[in-house]
């Protein structure tokens, strides 16, 4: 940074900005925009009361909200009949039951997925319904007969209120690396796939860095979780800009790490308001997860990597084009998230970005971008791509990811986002890759 940048009088005016974009966003969206959103009820609180109320011979039905491990023993315990039976007669709970069977979870959710579709389908034809509604039903028909389709592993699905869902790509019981994709904000059950612009929604996204890893690492076994297994907020308002929903979201994906079959390594990639939801489970995510890449940070809830409180290496980028850019990184009375993670002083390893297009663009085949989600993903450290210009020493990796915060490029280098495998090693620096598990 230039002494202009870092001088009193910029950073007066930068203060007078955010206050003035929270102004806005109080003026706009209004205080209710922070009470949590409405319609977040439905089918699955009733499938939980049923479960609580139910047994399966003479064992009693475990606590849904029970540590992972503690449900695991429960399943163990039980005959293929009887965790059938439950995956039949209590789909939505035991499909979204972090430490179940993962296979049993892909059946219980194609269950759930068919009574919903039916329930759906009669919605749909009800002659009262507005017009609006009509059309949703319709799309919610459409979302729900694609879920089901043939080869789809739908490890949680919830179709209350706008909806949450996460799809395995590959085998994850017999992976080494799993990948877990973190979107941002507007994901729901509709925004769960697209086919325009495929690869801005969680399932484009994850295919795509699925296909990626298995081309930078054939022989390594893999698997992607496309997770949007939280409420995210709705458009760019007061939500978006507080940490409430990312707190919640936070606490699941804790879960969802810590339940994950086997001994695989785990990198999560957070895309926008995603990375923070990995910022504030940064500091409980279990030892397995050995990687956090953010991309279109707003901010992690963090003022560097050491505040995160996580062994894992913490990874940054940013494309040149991405407005998150101009949000100002701040935390004013709870508004903001903090310092900008790829800033140099934040101490993330900053991560090229070339080839990607705007905000959404960083899992777009071909990019850089994605090349070095994939190169993390297989933990082939030493072939990531280091945004250009960025020369600082990042020291021991296993000390909360930090790329060191007296060396690195000025704004204009990370805004260019270039990089260059042969010149440029500072991110990768004191990683030895590819890493064993």
Not at 129 to 148: C, D, K, N, P, T
Not at 152 to 157: C, E, G, V, Y
Not at 276 to 300: E, K, N, Q
Not at 355 to 365: D, K, L, S
Request: glycine residues 12%; aromatic residues 6%.
């Amino acid at each position: 940074m230039t002494s202009f940048d870092s001088s009193p009088t910029l950073t007066v005016w930068r203060t007078l900005l955010a206050l003035a974009v929270v102004f806005v966003l109080l003026m706009t969206t209004g205080w209710t925009a922070i009470r949590p959103q409405a319609g977040l009820g439905g089918p699955l609180e009733v499938a939980l009361a049923a479960w609580r109320n139910g047994r399966i011979g003479t064992h009693e039905l475990p606590d849904p909200e029970a540590p992972p491990g503690v449900i695991a023993a429960f399943f163990r315990a039980l005959k293929a009949p009887q965790r059938e039976q439950l995956a039949a007669e209590h789909p939505l709970v035991v499909g979204n039951l972090d430490g179940a069977p993962v296979t049993l979870r892909y059946r219980a959710n194609r269950h759930a997925l068919a009574r919903a579709l039916d329930a759906e389908r009669e919605r749909a034809a009800d002659t009262r319904l507005s017009a609006a509604g009509h059309q949703e039903a319709l799309r919610r028909v459409h979302r729900f007969s694609s879920l089901i389709g043939d080869g789809r592993q739908i490890l949680s699905f919830d179709p209350s209120g706008k909806g949450r869902v996460a799809e395995v790509f590959g085998d994850l019981d017999r992976a080494e690396r799993v990948s877990v994709v973190v979107p941002g904000v507007d994901t729901n059950l509709l925004t769960f796939e697209k086919s325009a612009r495929k690869y801005t929604a969680p399932v484009g996204m994850a295919q795509s860095l699925y296909a990626a890893e298995r081309a930078a690492s054939p022989t390594t076994p893999t698997a992607v979780i496309a997770w949007a297994d939280y409420t995210s907020p709705v458009g760019v308002g007061m939500d978006a800009a507080t940490g409430r929903l990312a707190a919640d979201g936070a606490a699941r994906l804790v879960s969802l790490t810590s339940a994950l079959p086997g001994d695989s390594r785990v990198s999560l990639f957070c895309h926008s308001y995603g990375s923070v939801v990995c910022g504030v489970a940064a500091r409980r995510l279990p030892a397995r997860v050995s990687d956090v890449a953010v991309a279109g940070s707003p901010g992690m809830r963090a003022e560097n990597a050491a505040a995160l409180h996580t062994r894992a290496h913490v990874w940054a980028m940013r494309d040149a084009d991405d407005w998150i850019a101009d949000v100002p990184y701040l935390d004013v009375g709870g508004l903001g998230h903090g310092a900008d993670p790829v800033a140099p002083e934040f101490g993330a390893r900053v991560l090229s970005a070339s080839g990607a297009v705007g905000h959404a663009g960083y899992f777009e085949p071909g990019t850089e971008s994605l090349e070095n989600f994939a190169e993390i993903g297989v933990g082939a450290y030493d072939s990531v791509s280091c945004a250009g210009g960025d020369t600082g020493d990042p020291g021991d990796p296993g000390d909360a990811g930090a790329s060191g915060a007296d060396g690195g490029s000025d704004d204009s280098d990370l805004g260019d986002s270039g990089g260059s495998r042969d010149a440029d090693n500072a991110c990768r620096s004191g990683i030895s890759g590819p890493s064993t598990v």
